[in-house]
């Protein structure tokens, strides 16, 4: 339980704040009931049907059970239907929700592949009939009403404080830092399907912190001490979780009398979690034990459920051998290393299971270091307590003068404590933008411009009489720009109409991250195709029939009538979510508007 008592007393309304983590592998759940004159305290869920026996556990495994498209069991619960005909574990569904960028490694085979391609992930299918955005609804529905019981049995008067303010309640969902507007509309729609929100809610009542911000203020509250955090020191969060690692570099910009960080530059998101460990465990015993009668999958999945929460987690490099218990006293094969109902696997073998994820997380981390100096490295997250990535984590940076530390509490809890942590003492007042952010637009011809002479041949003359060209890239924000919370950036528009007859319709753009290298001056190819590095984020939607009132009649080259209609957007890119405005002026009185924003589909 966090006590952020070093904050000082809350000030502000009551509410109540539920931060939800849902994990490839495991899931949590924290919560914070916040009244006047209190010192913010938060919980962590740590009862869980199916897992009665295990006091204090805070996670459940991310499973959701199906029979036809019916849901009919979650965590722990879950597992009995594994494997079961009739039945459907949705499992590792986190993956699909991936941005395309984090499915397919850029790294080239490791380790001396004859393969010359890279490698792709493998995603379990989902059960049949049913959705990614239902499976989500279900998932994260259980895990509400789960904490909205526990929370009545757990805190004195929960039942009344819960029927005061629980259809009120803040909800924020700890996300991967390669996410962006895309998975947090999904993740909005899925948490109204799953009953957590109303159709049309306020919009405070749903934020979004990535797991790398979170785990930042879970570090430091659990941090044996804070007195290496001074003013001007940069240091390193690395959230190494089921499905990614996240790292993130901070400059503390003051200790007194609030700490306040800033991020240094663009965080890191490998997709090289724990599950691919896993994953490689399963193709190393399936090598081993070809051609052995325990080469079934009924065997190979309860080793592998024994390496998972057994070998993997104490494995730190020394051992000669791990036993692995998964039969009975009577089931022997000597020849594949089977012998009384245990396999034994070598170290070369326990070790290789970890040789595809280590170069990543450490390439990562290296590229996110690279050039500045760095004192720390706060290691957290369920994959950050394997002692042998903690191991090559001390040898490559330790050597570098980058001490790896980690907090004194578990830090498997991390992203959803951390995310109800973020809520009360909001740190962090600046980030880096992963990408270079900006729209596609036309441009007046200049011939003298070498960048226009390109394409020359493309130039054409509109109904204003102005020579253009079209697919430009006008860069909004560069990749690593530091953005303060309030940033707001206004963005200047116009656009010709010959007739008014069907009134001014609506107004459209759709902003893209250029993900390549260096700067580009176009957006579009010449026969008007998206550049290969080119992803569309999100589209900005206006009314602009309230402009009409501003509107008067010109005169084209030819004679012809014409209107221009000029507006602005201006796009606050502060914070954890994107937002947007309409402006226009009506004489000197300026006038807004509401601007929706609709993601590129996800799934």
């Not at 019981?149 to 909800?171: S, Y």
């Not at 006008?474 to 940033?487: F, M, P, Q, R, S």
């Not at 007739?499 to 176009?522: K, Q």
Request: with cysteine; charged share 25%; net charge neutral.
């Amino acid at each position: 339980m966090a006590d952020t008592s070093k904050e000082g007393r809350y000030t502000g309304e009551e509410q109540l704040v539920i931060a939800i983590d849902l994990g490839t592998t495991q899931s949590a759940v924290s919560y914070c009931h916040l009244f006047p004159n209190s010192v913010p305290s938060v919980r962590i869920v740590n009862k869980w049907p199916g897992q009665e026996e295990v006091a204090g556990d805070s996670k459940i495994p991310s499973l959701v059970a199906y029979e036809n498209s019916r849901p009919i069991a979650y965590g722990a619960e879950a597992l009995e239907y594994m494997d079961t005909e009739g039945y459907y574990v949705a499992k590792w569904f986190k993956l699909h929700l991936h941005p395309d960028s984090m499915k397919i490694v850029d790294e080239p085979p490791v380790y001396g592949s004859a393969s010359n391609v890279a490698p792709t992930f493998e995603i379990p299918a989902l059960p049949p009939s049913v959705s990614l955005k239902q499976i989500y609804a279900h998932l994260l529905g259980y895990l509400f009403d789960h904490a909205r019981n526990f929370f009545k049995n757990n805190t004195v008067d929960g039942a009344r404080i819960w029927q005061r303010l629980g259809e009120k309640c803040t909800i924020v969902l700890a996300t991967p830092n390669g996410w962006d507007t895309t998975q947090q509309s999904f993740l909005r729609s899925a948490a109204v399907l799953g009953g957590l929100l109303p159709e049309t809610f306020p919009e405070h009542r749903l934020k979004f912190v990535t797991e790398g911000e979170a785990s930042v203020h879970y570090a430091l509250e659990y941090s044996q001490s804070n007195a290496w955090l001074r003013k001007g020191v940069v240091f390193a969060v690395m959230d190494a979780g089921g499905s990614t690692v996240d790292s993130t570099l901070y400059e503390c910009k003051e200790t007194q009398p609030k700490m306040v960080l800033e991020e240094v530059c663009a965080s890191e998101c490998v997709q090289a979690g724990s599950v691919f460990v896993d994953r490689a465990a399963a193709s190393m015993l399936s090598r081993k034990l070809d051609g052995s009668n325990f080469n079934e999958p009924a065997y190979r999945n309860d080793i592998i459920d024994e390496f998972e929460k057994k070998t993997k987690r104490k494995f730190d490099g020394t051992q000669t051998n791990s036993i692995i218990k998964f039969g009975k006293d009577w089931d022997n094969d000597r020849e594949h290393g089977i012998f009384k109902g245990r396999i034994t696997l070598t170290k070369q073998e326990v070790e290789s299971t970890f040789n595809e994820v280590i170069p990543r997380i450490v390439a990562s981390c290296s590229n996110l270091l690279s050039g500045r100096k760095v004192e720390h490295l706060l290691l957290v997250g369920g994959f950050g307590e394997s002692p042998f990535l903690r191991k090559r984590l001390k040898e490559t940076f330790g050597t570098k003068g980058v001490g790896v530390v980690t907090v004194d509490e578990s830090t498997k809890k991390a992203a959803a404590e951390g995310a109800a942590i973020w809520f009360i003492k909001q740190l962090v007042v600046a980030r880096a933008a992963r990408s270079t952010f900006g729209i596609i637009i036309w441009r007046p011809f200049d011939i003298k411009n070498p960048v226009h002479s390109q394409r020359k041949h493309k130039a054409y003359v509109d109904d204003d009489g102005v020579n253009k060209i079209t697919g430009f890239f006008d860069t909004w924000i560069k990749k690593d720009a530091v953005i303060g919370d309030e940033l707001c950036k206004t963005f200047n528009y116009q656009r010709i109409y010959k007739s008014l007859e069907n009134g001014l319709g609506s107004f459209a753009v759709d902003i893209y991250a250029w993900e390549g290298e260096g700067h580009t001056d176009w957006g579009r190819d010449e026969t008007g195709s998206l550049l290969s590095n080119m992803r569309r984020v999100c589209t900005l939607k206006a009314d602009l029939s309230n402009l009409i009132r501003s509107l008067k009649v010109q005169k084209g080259p030819k004679g012809q009538d014409f209107w221009r209609v000029e507006h602005s957007v201006a796009v606050l890119f502060g914070g954890t979510q994107l937002r947007a405005r309409l402006q226009w002026y009506e004489g000197d009185k300026l006038c807004e508007g509401p601007i929706s924003i609709i993601p590129s589909s996800v799934y």
